[in-house]
């Protein structure tokens, strides 16, 4: 059975940096790529970027770049979401999902408050 | 990057009926790399379709969905009570992947 569990909620200050996990079982992690997607509370679906474990490399949403970084550890199984100089309009769920391009297999997701 | 736009927002509908939601593309979606996906409340989304046409892994035939270039639609043939959530379309077809604003069926 196919499982990404991430880890549990986090509030944190405006300008702070916090860093998402998501371990996946039930597969070989390099098969599939890890994307990170972000629901504000009340409102739909955005993607936030990618890594592909097998090559380390990554992709991310024009509007998150240089505040977002996405990677993944093979060792562990477990892929990272860190988004830094956090605003009140980060206050959200982030679900990691895994799939080439679709999102077959999704985590918990994570509750992230931003408040000072 | 490419605006998918949901229609309608709202849905209402009885269990037992037929729904049809849409999803039109700003520009045309490669291979039709278009994926649905329901979500109900408190629960992370669900993918039902993908490439426009094709039922996910233990999807029930009650669902299908259709369409290619710009203009998609999925369509719950008789309607569930676990059907009534949110639905939204997705492209993985060109950087950056999108999601439409989403279909709220209601009862």
């Known amino acids: 059975e196919v499982r990404l569990v991430q880890s549990g909620a986090e509030v944190k200050k405006p300008g702070a940096t916090v860093k998402i996990s998501c371990k996946a079982s039930?597969?070989?992690?390099?098969?599939?790529?890890i994307h990170w997607v972000q629901q504000a509370p009340g409102k739909g679906l955005e993607w936030m970027g990618l890594v592909d474990p097998e090559k380390g490399d990554s992709v991310y949403a024009e509007n998150l770049q240089g505040r977002v970084t996405i990677t993944a550890d093979t060792s562990t199984n477990t892929a990272y979401m860190e988004l830094s100089s956090l605003i009140s309009a980060d206050t959200a769920v982030y679900y990691c999902?895994?799939?080439?391009?679709?999102?077959?297999?999704w985590g918990q997701g994570t509750l992230l408050t931003v408040s000072s | 990057e490419i605006v998918l736009t949901q229609s309608p927002a709202t849905l209402s509908l009885s269990p037992g009926e037929r729904a049809t939601l849409s999803c039109r593309a700003s520009q045309i979606i490669s291979f039709n790399y278009l994926a649905w996906y329901r979500q109900k409340p408190g629960q992370a989304p669900r993918l039902l379709i993908y490439a426009a046409s094709t039922r996910a892994t233990g999807i029930p035939d009650r669902f299908s969905g259709s369409g290619s270039g710009t203009d998609f639609t999925i369509t719950i043939s008789r309607l569930e009570p676990e059907d009534f959530a949110v639905y939204y379309c997705q492209q993985h077809s060109t950087y950056p992947f999108t999601f439409g604003q989403g279909t709220k069926l209601e009862i």
């Open positions: 039930g597969y070989t992690f390099s098969d599939y790529h």
């Open positions: 999902a895994a799939g080439l391009g679709i999102f077959d297999y």
